[in-house]
């Protein structure tokens, strides 16, 4: 079982849509990373969040962290094919940074 | 470009061999991950360390070790490998070191185990 449970797995959309991803937990973390992996690179790290119910907007993506800091979503306005990628949060858990695995994102012209 | 390189980009071999895989960490940065990301399992934490001390330590197989030399750099040892272990191998590197520090990573190396 994943400590950090990522939804949806897969997305397929339009280029144009709007679209959210979850990344939810039991357990309370000091702060979420999101990060973007593109085929064939390593993740990049895309927002911090640190305060619970912190808001944070990067251009089209909004980053949200929840009340309790056990829950994060990064939703993405008109997303475009420059958006495709995997999607993954980790949270700061102990001395370990502990990742989700991922929401793959394909965004079609 | 993160400024983490990793060495070599593919890495072809045979169950039972033993590999060694590098990363240098960008420069200034002090601690160095190394992850496995598989299909099935995602991106897992293997060993962590900070200006050559080990600093965690997470999934890592008895059969796998690290260090991380005076000059920073980083060597994963993989030994008596399994079909299992193919995977890409991630090193990363940030600054502090804390468990919230940002990750940057490296483009990684893809081990394929025949």
């Known amino acids: 079982t994943q400590l950090l449970e990522q939804s949806p797995q897969f997305l397929s959309i339009q280029e144009g849509e709007n679209l959210t991803v979850y990344c939810n937990s039991s357990?309370?973390?000091?702060?979420l990373q999101w990060y973007r992996q593109e085929p064939g690179e390593g993740p990049v790290l895309l927002v911090t969040?640190?305060?619970?119910?912190e808001v944070k907007k990067l251009k089209r993506l909004t980053f949200q962290f929840g009340d309790a800091r056990k829950d994060s979503s990064l939703h993405i306005t008109a997303a475009q094919p420059g958006d495709t990628g995997l999607y993954l949060c980790?949270?700061?858990?102990?001395?370990?940074?502990?990742f989700g695995a991922g929401t793959i994102l394909r965004v079609k012209s | 470009d993160s400024g983490v390189t990793q060495t070599p980009k593919h890495l072809i071999t045979a169950t039972g061999q033993r590999v060694t895989l590098r990363c240098s960490p960008r420069?200034?940065?002090?601690?160095v991950y190394w992850y496995q990301q598989s299909l099935d399992q995602g991106l897992q934490f293997l060993i962590q360390?900070?200006?050559?001390?080990?600093?965690a330590k997470g999934n890592i197989l008895e059969r796998f070790s690290a260090q991380q030399f005076p000059d920073l750099h980083s060597e994963l040892n993989l030994s008596s490998l399994e079909l299992g272990d193919s995977a890409l191998y991630f090193c990363?590197?940030?600054?502090?070191?804390?468990?919230?520090?940002?990750?940057?990573f490296g483009n990684g190396t893809r081990l394929t185990v025949t």
């Open positions: 980790a949270g700061a858990r102990g001395n370990k940074l502990v």
């Open positions: 969040v640190v305060t619970g119910g």
């Open positions: 360390y900070y200006n050559g001390e080990e600093r």
């Open positions: 420069s200034g940065d002090l601690s």
């Open positions: 357990s309370v973390f000091s702060s």
């Open positions: 990363a590197s940030s600054v502090s070191g804390e468990n919230n520090s940002p990750l940057h």
